[in-house]
């Protein structure tokens, strides 16, 4: 039962210390308090800094977090950020080669929502995380070469992509049109991007104001964040401001013949309203239903979709969805409870987990916090979690039937 | 993390690390088990003890319990039998229904769940601290008396036949096996042959109170007698999976870990771990041949693989085995002391669960050094396979040990005895 997104398991399992959250309201670093073990910190120009203290962790984890509320794409643009992230993660070519012989590794990821870069790193090594955000913010000058060589490698990535992914990709199509494009783009758009305008893209998509910074480990962290402070000030300036509708999806059903299998989804209002939480607790618990089903989800500010799908067989779930009975309610609104819960519970255990998801949130919208959710179900009663329920209904949902294959 | 309990092994078996209490009881001979086709392998009556093995974490929150079942040397078609039979194992015994298992072991939502690795039939639970004792007792008496009916073994069948594993899945293992053919009958002789003390290891780790394991499991598992088991033979029939993708599939010769694993490991890791690895570099990025490409060690038992695999996509031409070899090759004989470092780094890190280890447990993907259950699995398979207790910094202070030369040796060994092969795309078969 996947959700997509680190697992957030370490070596580590030391659970954060429950604390209170310090914000200071505006300025950088101010009203800082040595004893707090975390600290979140908006700059004047609206990036977020948020540093953890995890004394026991045996890693840090910096998580630098771009915003795509600049930079939505379009048909003719779409993966054009996918590609960005490809060329930005590679650097100069020799930088895995630096970073992973001091015990540092270098992920990416690109969601519809941001761009991804984790560092993980040896207590103490923090620092040269920093100085490659740095390069990663200076921009990079990517060349036609370059650009056709990684979309040759992307053709393999694009061929052999995971079931369930398409699945929920489909979902996201069915719910919100032309809204609704993956991260993953299409290599004949992709085709169409030049040097200049993934510089352009890149300027636009790393202004200061969309970005986010997360430390987590065992790290000071007044000292902490006055580096990423300074570090996130050197990013690119803000251009002109896109205002965009915001989204609104519509119950569907569709046959998809990119992919195989079948889904479910709920159409969620965004990880600040209530319903949203009762969705996903109603999806976890759906998914204990029918083995080998997963759940899709990635905490969004706007409107999403909650998936609950299988890519063994196109039937099934909907039996399901449509007819539970008062006792299945019943029986399963314990298992939602219980599992929404520890799905934000482990993703907080670790630096991993911890630069990850407060990273999404604070990257979407500034004062957002993973613990809101956590409240959110917590609070959640029978009621509720039927209508999360409910919102995979064929008449409030979106049916996937994948018929590819 | 740390384990600060000092090793106790009463096994005969030394490994001078404090990591692990191991307390066992090793009266029955396992590794070296006669071909399931050369039965009787038990002798019935028999009244030997399951053997144990300790690893006590005291940061972690709960508690694995984990039993590892060494196998026979199997044809494809018992080891179809085997991973039904771990399935339903899980699924309820005599003394616990399945709706009473669920309920002593899934409270963490990691419930008693079987499966099998290449030569070990696993069974294992994750629980709250409180609850070990617990779910071993309901493990004991999965083991002890399964229940194997015919509906629990049907429904087991006729779920795997609705599997369609991943598509790196399907291009590792190849094969699919025959799972209509089986027969509950067969299921239970399987169980009667293979469930018995002296093939079983017990796993417990966790928060536990330390030393506490060994006699909870002698008790658990008191008076555990295995009867004779019978010879049987089965014409073998298995069908190939055939991937989407086009592989590339370079195949290294066996060889025996309980030697050679330092070696090995750097190996595999300089070879296939991480992004600066000769996989990533040269087969991705200089050449552009595919966006998934991993060299790994291929656990077999107690045999080990070398196995390096490229995955394109479907209609791509090139590169060949030969070509794959060669350009492997050549990169190896370049690599200095920095491609040394840097896979001694990437050793610490695997160590530790925070790359992906070099080691591929058959279809269940490589060994999961940051999870309590993947150490307690892999706990279980290094014990069986080198005959050395699972310890995180002896694994890094070995790997350090190991000389430039040495590696890139054992390496251009490796590459040059490989067995090469394509499958997939064209419609050819997975192997």
Redesign the interface.
């Given at each position: 039962m996947p959700l997509f997104g680190p697992d957030g398991a370490g070596p580590s399992r030391a659970l954060v210390v429950a604390t209170v959250c310090l914000m200071a309201a505006t300025g950088t670093a101010q009203g800082t308090d040595p004893g707090a073990p975390r600290l979140r910190t908006e700059t004047e120009a609206g990036s977020v800094v948020w540093v953890e203290h995890m004394p026991d962790a045996k890693e840090v984890v910096v998580s630098l977090w771009a915003s795509s509320r600049d930079v939505a794409e379009t048909p003719t643009t779409h993966g054009h950020r996918h590609l960005m992230e490809h060329l930005l993660a590679r650097g100069d070519g020799q930088l895995d080669r630096r970073l992973e012989t001091e015990g540092i590794t270098l992920t990416a990821q690109t969601f519809r929502f941001a761009m991804h870069f984790q560092f993980r790193c040896p207590p103490g090594k923090e620092g040269r995380a920093f100085q490659e955000i740095a390069g990663l913010l200076k921009g990079f000058e990517p060349t036609k070469e370059r650009i056709e060589h990684e979309l040759r490698i992307m053709r393999h990535e694009f061929a052999l992509r995971d079931g369930a992914e398409a699945l929920a990709a489909a979902a996201w199509r069915a719910a919100f049109g032309q809204r609704g494009l993956d991260a993953w783009g299409t290599l004949t758009a992709m085709s169409g991007a030049t040097p200049e305008s993934l510089k352009a893209l890149h300027r636009a998509h790393f202004a200061e104001p969309n970005l986010a910074l997360v430390v987590a480990g065992p790290v000071d962290l007044d000292a902490t964040t006055a580096q990423a402070v300074a570090l996130l000030a050197t990013a690119p300036k803000p251009g002109e401001r896109l205002a965009s509708e915001p989204l609104a999806g519509e119950a569907s059903r569709v046959e998809d013949e990119a992919c195989f299998g079948e889904a479910r989804a709920a159409i969620t209002q965004g990880f600040a309203r209530d319903e949203t939480h009762w969705a996903l607790a109603a999806a976890l618990a759906l998914a204990t239903e029918v083995p080998r089903s997963f759940v899709s989800f990635v905490p969004s500010a706007e409107p999403a979709v909650v998936t609950w799908g299988r890519d063994d067989q196109r039937h099934g779930l909907g039996a399901i969805a449509d007819g539970l009975s008062p006792n299945d309610e019943a029986r399963l609104f314990r298992t939602g409870w219980e599992l929404g819960q520890a799905w934000y519970a482990n993703q907080l255990r670790s630096p991993a987990g911890v630069a990850y998801l407060r990273g999404l949130y604070a990257v979407q919208s500034r004062g957002a916090k993973p613990e809101d959710s956590v409240r959110r179900i917590q609070a959640m009663t029978f009621e509720q979690f039927k209508e999360g329920l409910r919102a995979f209904g064929k008449d409030r949902g979106v049916t996937v039937v994948g018929v590819g294959r | 993390?740390t384990f600060s309990i000092p090793l106790v092994w009463r096994g005969g078996r030394q490994a001078g690390v404090v990591t692990l209490i191991a307390a066992s009881i090793a009266t029955g001979a396992t590794a070296d088990s006669p071909p399931l086709e050369g039965w009787p392998i038990g002798r019935g009556g028999q009244n030997s003890q399951v053997r144990t093995l300790e690893l006590h974490d005291a940061?972690?929150?709960s508690v694995v319990v984990h039993a590892a079942i060494s196998l026979p040397e199997m044809s494809d078609h018992y080891r179809a039998r085997a991973e039904i039979l771990a399935d339903v194992l899980s699924q309820g015994s005599e003394a616990y229904p399945r709706i009473t298992v669920r309920r002593m072991t899934g409270a963490l939502?990691s419930p008693l769940r079987g499966f099998t690795t290449p030569g070990t039939l696993h069974l294992r639970a994750e629980v709250p601290v409180d609850a070990w004792d617990n779910a071993l007792m309901v493990l004991a008496d999965a083991l002890r008396k399964p229940l194997l009916e015919d509906a629990a073994i049907r429904a087991s069948i006729e779920?795997r036949t609705?599997?369609?594993p991943?598509?790196?899945s399907k291009a590792l293992v190849g094969r699919r096996y025959d799972w209509a053919s089986v027969q509950p009958r067969e299921i239970r002789e399987l169980a009667q042959a293979i469930l018995r003390p002296e093939r079983t290891l017990l796993v417990v780790a966790g928060a536990h109170e330390p030393r506490s394991a060994a006699a909870r499991v002698a008790a658990r598992f008191a008076g555990w007698t295995a009867g004779p088991v019978r010879r049987w033979t089965f014409d073998s029939v298995q069908r190939t999976w055939f991937p989407?993708?086009r592989y590339v599939d370079l195949l290294g010769r066996p060889f025996d870990p309980r030697n050679e694993w330092p070696v090995a490991c750097v190996a595999a890791l300089a070879l296939g771990g991480?992004?600066?690895s000769t996989m990533?570099r040269v087969v991705?990025?200089r050449h552009?041949?595919?966006?998934?490409q991993e060299a790994f060690l291929q656990m077999e038992g107690n045999r080990w693989r070398l196995r390096s695999v490229v995955?394109?996509?479907?209609g791509?031409e090139g590169p060949d085995a030969e070509a794959l070899r060669q350009a492997l090759l050549l990169d190896v004989a370049a690599w200095d002391e920095?491609t040394l470092?840097?896979a001694l780094?990437?050793a610490?890190?695997a160590a530790?669960?925070?790359?992906p280890s070099p080691l591929q447990l058959g279809s269940s993907g490589r060994a999961d050094?940051?999870?309590?259950v993947g150490r307690a699995l892999l706990a279980a398979l290094w014990f069986e396979n080198t005959g050395e207790l699972w310890s995180a910094d002896e694994f890094a202070d070995r790997c350090a040990k190991v000389k430039l030369d040495e590696v890139k040796r054992w390496t251009e060994a490796q590459l040059k005895e490989s067995s090469g092969r394509i499958y997939g795309a064209t419609g050819s078969p997975a192997r």
């Open positions: - | 993390m940061e972690a929150d939502g779920a609705l599997v369609e991943t598509e790196w989407q993708g991480g992004k600066d990533f991705r990025e552009a041949w595919s966006y998934r995955q394109q996509a479907p791509t920095s470092k840097r780094a990437m610490r890190l530790w669960g925070r790359v050094m940051a999870s309590l």
